[in-house]
């Protein structure tokens, strides 16, 4: 039985593995298929933030794999003091198959997978979004081609989702570029303990972005605030202006370039509508492959238990 809390889990070759199921399950699905391959499996998604695309694309996913789907709050399912998170990891765990969890706290989803009989994902924490990098690498091979010869360049807050990309992206051997205002960049903790772990990652944090974009194949965004920070929007607006990703910067990367971001957009803060919704913008693509990428990983997950 394995757990999804970080990208460390997953070896390189099983990320890939987990690639080449999610374009077989893709392929069958846009030829009518749907193979029934988790029927009589139970799916339990524990959040406590808001989720359009990552609730939706596992339950969606597990309901076309054969599977059922239960979704609590974090509240209702008691992580709010009503049992200890032990108890509530026991409970679950007997209950399901896999458990998806979306919280704050990333030491909550740790715990709760150290408890946990079910193999747990992280549906996003306040450190990671494995599921978002996958989707994103394999979004890039598809779209942009052959992953070696990309580079992704990440402009704004260093957050849960670059994070994850720095990761996903060192695993697979692309290099990755984070550009971000002072005081808002990926922790020097972070990247060392990430080069430590895979000494051929190849990450670089450059300040200036239309420095940063060059080279590019790939560039990224994300929300200024995230989750729990949207007290500080306003501050925010003012440190990250010149990381806005717009037409001008575009032009500073190669004309055949693609944009992406993991959405949700706050249009006209971290990226102008021109850019969002032109040619080069694959977000909708990414969007997309967030369910063929649950399909995929659960499959796989399931094929560890
Ligand atoms: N990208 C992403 O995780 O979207 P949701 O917050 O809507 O799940
Ligand atoms: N960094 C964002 C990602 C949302 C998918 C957040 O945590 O709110």
């Known amino acids: 039985m394995r757990h999804l809390v970080t990208l460390h889990d997953l070896e390189s070759s099983e990320i890939l593995e987990i690639f080449a199921l999610v374009q077989e399950l893709k392929d069958k699905r846009n030829s009518g298929e749907r193979p029934q391959l988790l029927q009589g499996r139970t799916m339990t998604q524990v959040f406590e933030k808001p989720s359009l695309r990552t609730r939706l694309s596992f339950e969606s996913a597990m309901w076309e794999l054969g599977g059922g789907a239960s979704f609590f709050t974090c509240k209702e399912a008691g992580l709010d003091g009503r049992e200890s998170i032990e ?5 679950i765990g007997r209950f399901s198959d896999v ?5 704050f706290s990333h030491e909550l989803i740790e715990t709760f997978s ?4 079910a193999s747990v994902i992280n549906a996003l924490s306040d450190l990671s979004h494995p599921c978002q990098a996958l989707t994103d690498l394999y979004t890039m091979q598809e779209i942009a081609g052959d992953l070696s010869q990309q580079k992704l360049v990440y402009v704004g807050d260093g957050n849960n989702v670059a994070y994850s990309l720095a990761n996903c992206c060192a695993k697979l051997g692309v ?4 550009s971000s205002p002072e005081g808002f960049e990926l922790s020097s903790e972070f990247v060392n303990d990430l080069k430590q772990k895979i000494p051929a990652a190849q990450i670089e ?4 972005p239309q420095r940063a974009v060059a080279g590019a194949t790939v560039i990224y965004t994300d929300v200024w605030a995230s989750m729990g920070q949207e007290a500080e929007t306003e501050k925010r607006k003012k440190i990250f202006a010149a990381y ?9 990367a190669e004309k055949n370039c693609r944009l992406m971001h993991c959405l949700p957009a706050k249009r006209g803060l971290e990226i102008t509508d021109d850019v969002l919704d032109s040619k080069q913008s694959i977000v909708f ?3 997309e492959n967030r369910k063929h990428l649950a399909k995929g990983l659960l499959v796989w997950l399931m094929q560890q238990a």
């Open 87 to 91: 108890d509530v990891a026991r409970v």
């Open 99 to 103: 458990v998806t969890m979306r919280t």
């Open 114 to 117: 150290q408890n946990s009989e």
């Open 175 to 178: 290099p990755f570029v984070v």
């Open 205 to 208: 944090l450059v300040a200036d």
């Open 244 to 252: 806005q990703i717009n037409s001008s910067l575009m032009s500073a």
């Open 285 to 287: 693509e990414q969007a």
